[in-house]
């Protein structure tokens, strides 16, 4: 069993950023792919970026591309967001997650592990 804990969200201008990170109880964390999902309100949870368990392999969603990037530090079982030159449709509540197959994702049904959320609103 693995916990997620996010944190690193709040309020910020457009044209900031912010740096999110996930904290994962359990030993076999880094063995498992991970993701970082968002949801803004009246919308579906969306993918927004994924790193296999090595952290070799990353992948965007073409919306934050070049704005945002994943890491992951397996010795100390934290997954990482680096947001930058953040704009209002950001605004979300940003889920991340882990996927027992070492794989990274774009898919929800992928992730066998979700924290709890942290809200990101980007002010224009």
């Known amino acids: 069993q693995v916990q997620l804990v996010e944190s690193g969200g709040g309020l910020v201008q457009a044209g900031g950023s912010l740096r999110l990170s996930c904290a994962a109880s359990?030993?076999?964390?880094?063995?498992?792919?991970g993701g970082w999902f968002r949801q803004a309100p009246g919308k579906e949870r969306r993918f927004v970026a994924a790193i296999s368990w090595s952290g070799g392999s990353t992948y965007y969603a073409d919306s934050v591309k070049g704005r945002f990037t994943i890491t992951r530090d397996n010795a100390k079982n934290t997954l990482y967001l680096q947001m930058n030159s953040l704009r209002p449709e950001d605004t979300a509540v940003y889920y991340c997650a882990a996927a027992k197959s070492g794989y990274l994702s774009t898919w929800l049904r992928e992730y066998d592990y979700w924290g709890q959320g942290t809200q990101v609103t980007v002010s224009s």
């Open positions: 359990g030993r076999t964390f880094s063995s498992y792919g």
